[in-house]
T-cell receptor
Framework: DQQVKQNSPSLSVQEGRISILNCDYT??????FLWYKKYPAEGPTFLIS?????DKNEDGRFTVFLNKSAKHLSLHIVPSQPGDSAVYFC?????????????FGTGTRLKVLA | DSGVTQTPKHLITATGQRVTLRCSPR?????VYWYQQSLDQGLQFLIQ???????AKGNILERFSAQQFPDLHSELNLSSLELGDSALYFC?????????????FGPGTRLTVL
């Protein structure tokens, strides 16, 4: 049962344009969401997070939007740079689960073309 | 560099064998998480330890076990290995064990079972 889904395995965007990565979840108890970026041969690195009490969180070129009614979140990268080329994972957790474990999606490979 | 170290980087072994993967968390971090990433899959949460005690369990097989030692490093033991156990194994650490703590990931151990 895939509770966190990233339906686009890959995405290509021109440098300078906006990259939009999407993530859907099924568990309405999730109340904290994160995005991680992963380069080849490295572990994932934290990018940005959002709590369910917000619908938007911004950090520089990165903005995460949360639509609770649709159980959907998205990561916007503006402007996209070649160094943003990586695999992006969204993850979710529930404060009521008592475990605080993260459930990860399968990732979206972003390629930013120069 | 996340500050989390994992050894070995690569491991090749045969079916039926037993291996031990090692993780040293960031200095000061008390919580360690183990994840498995199989081909084209997201990161599957295996188990979490906090200050030496098991805190949460995910989809960890009975053939797998882990522990966290007094110096806070952790080991993941995989026994009776099968071909399907071939994967990247990541550990991550956080200062505390709660939900809002960003997890810092190590570079991973790539396990190949032949």
């Amino acid at each position: 049962d895939q509770q966190v889904k990233q339906n686009s395995p890959s995405l290509s965007v021109q440098e300078g344009r906006i990259s939009i990565l999407n993530c859907d979840y099924t568990n309405s108890m999730f109340d904290y969401f994160l995005w991680y970026k992963k380069y080849p041969a490295e572990g994932p690195t934290f990018l940005i997070s959002i709590s369910s009490i917000k619908d938007k969180n911004e950090d520089g070129r990165f903005t995460v939007f949360l639509n609770k009614s649709a159980k959907h979140l998205s990561l916007h990268i503006v402007p996209s740079q070649p160094g943003d080329s990586a695999v992006y994972f969204c993850a979710a957790s529930s404060s009521t689960s008592g475990t605080y474990k993260y459930i990860f999606g399968t990732g979206t490979r972003l390629k930013v073309l120069a | 560099d996340s500050g989390v170290t994992q050894t070995p980087k690569h491991l090749i072994t045969a079916t039926g064998q037993r291996v031990t993967l090692r993780c040293s968390p960031r200095s000061g971090d008390l919580s360690v998480y183990w994840y498995q990433q199989s081909l084209d899959q997201g990161l599957q949460f295996l188990i979490q330890y906090y200050n030496g005690e098991e805190r949460a369990k995910g989809n960890i097989l009975e053939r797998f076990s882990a522990q966290q030692f007094p110096d806070l490093h952790s080991e993941l033991n995989l026994s009776s290995l099968e071909l399907g156990d071939s994967a990247l194994y990541f550990c991550a650490s956080t200062k505390a064990g709660g939900q809002y703590n960003e997890q810092f990931f190590g570079p991973g151990t790539r396990l190949t079972v032949l």
